[in-house]
């Protein structure tokens, strides 16, 4: 079973700038599609960004030009870059994995944004 393990959450001020990271094991890391998506309260999970395995990258609206998705498949591990951060950016942060029907959720971390 695909294990992920989000990391490097907390509290920031608006405009500064966090870097979440995903492990992931017992995966052929490299083959697959990996992301991130976020959850507010009493909101909807969403999409964030993703990164397939050839390095092509796809970003919500609200995020481009603020983020940036990256991954090492050496580590097997994804990244999210988290610049000019905004109170409405805080959520619960959720790392995916994804390959034909395998469709797997880390346990999700914390982003607030607050003064």
């Known amino acids: 079973q695909v294990q992920l393990v989000e990391s490097g959450g907390g509290l920031v001020q608006p405009g500064g700038s966090l870097r979440l990271s995903c492990a992931a094991s017992?995966?052929?890391?490299?083959?697959?599609?990996m992301g991130w998506y976020r959850q507010a309260p009493g909101e909807q999970r969403e999409l964030v960004a993703t990164?397939?395995?050839?390095?092509?990258?796809n970003y919500a609206d609200s995020v481009k030009g603020r983020f940036t998705i990256s991954r090492d498949n050496a580590k097997n591990t994804v990244y999210l870059q988290m610049n000019s951060l905004k109170p409405e950016d805080t959520a619960v942060y959720y790392c995916?994995?994804?390959?034909?029907?395998?469709?797997?959720w880390g346990q999700g971390t914390q982003v607030t944004v607050s003064s």
């Open positions: 017992k995966i052929i890391f490299s083959i697959y599609t």
């Open positions: 990164i397939t395995r050839g390095g092509s990258t």
């Open positions: 995916n994995s994804r390959l034909g029907n395998s469709n797997d």
